[in-house]
């Protein structure tokens, strides 16, 4: 029998909870939480491609076998029952969980029936994240791809391109944004095109996005964690993952998974060399001449018309619902009297809101021709967003 406080227990299901499969057809194991008490209670979650890990500290027996599956639904009995301290209790087939006037027998699996979450045992590449290196990871987030069949845009590509200077880098085939990011605290060597799965940096981001306390970001070789029967962890497996781990609390919390095994396009090639016109404008008023032109479509508007006018820059939209829509923009530019431009409209606005600065400087070519995005201020982060038809 061990005990553990049930706030932080409740806080620990919850985050490992996060990698537990949720579909109905799953394997049931999946939908479960492995909770074992080895030195620190642990809870691991996972669906193959992303595993979790929360430790938390317990009272019990040392000596004493404590490591089962249970139902993750598990957390929402612990976290309405109350009370300070929660106590479990293993049984042949099931697990007692007793916390304020709750006191439940619940159906448990084996825990070697969990695949668990591995750790990195042999660390190739390490380093310490603040919020400054995580806020580069959400800038470029809108870029990354959700589509399944070109798989390895599904991610984050990793370049270094210096001794302690490494590129991010995301693309859907539509936009392509690209964030500098000094590292200098960096030990070890990291994989060049390295690609880091959506699944993990978005759970990385909510879970560690406001953390005050840096992270650990590594990767290397993967081993499983110790068990209840042996005193040390398995030799290396050989399996290569990414890791990041953090305290949020009481809990200690960790995500690991393996990077995306795939080739990652040369987007040098599409990164405009040179261009021969530009716009600068108040990011503020474009934003809000995109927002306007949305909201008239409902945020159905996908093509947005760009228009030289001899103050600035008229931007219209066309929509069966209202016709057609007109927003002209005060900007500096060199654009000809008759040049005409098409963006999707959601993905210049995503371009725009990655940016942090006042000004939005356009560097533009011909119609047919990728453009970019940048705040001239900033010289660490860019956008190339390819134009449509129009």
Known sequence: MIQADRRAFAKALELAGAAVTRHRYAIPVLQTLKISAIGRLRIEGSDLSTMTCAEIDYEGDPTESFALCAPAKVRAAV???GGDRVTLEQQEKTARVACGKLDAAIATFPADDHPGAPRISQERFGVDMG????RALARIRPAISTEETRYYLNGVCVRNIGNWLYRFIATDGHRLMIHDVPLPGAEGDLPDNIIIPRAFIDMM????????EPVRFSFGGAALWNTPETDLAPENSGALHLAVRGELGKVSFAIASKPIDGTFPDV???IP???KHHVEIDRAA???AIQSLHSLGEGKTRALKFTAEPAGLRIAASHPDFGEATYDVAASHNLPADYLIGFNGQYFLDCCNALSGETVRLELNCAASPSVIRDPADTAFFSVLMPMRV
């Open 79 to 81: 976290n309405h029952a």
């Open 131 to 134: 919020a400054a290196e995580l």
């Open 205 to 212: 981001l909510a879970r560690f996005g406001k953390s005050r």
């Open 268 to 270: 040098q090639r599409v």
């Open 273 to 275: 060399k040179e261009t």
């Open 286 to 288: 474009l934003v809000q």
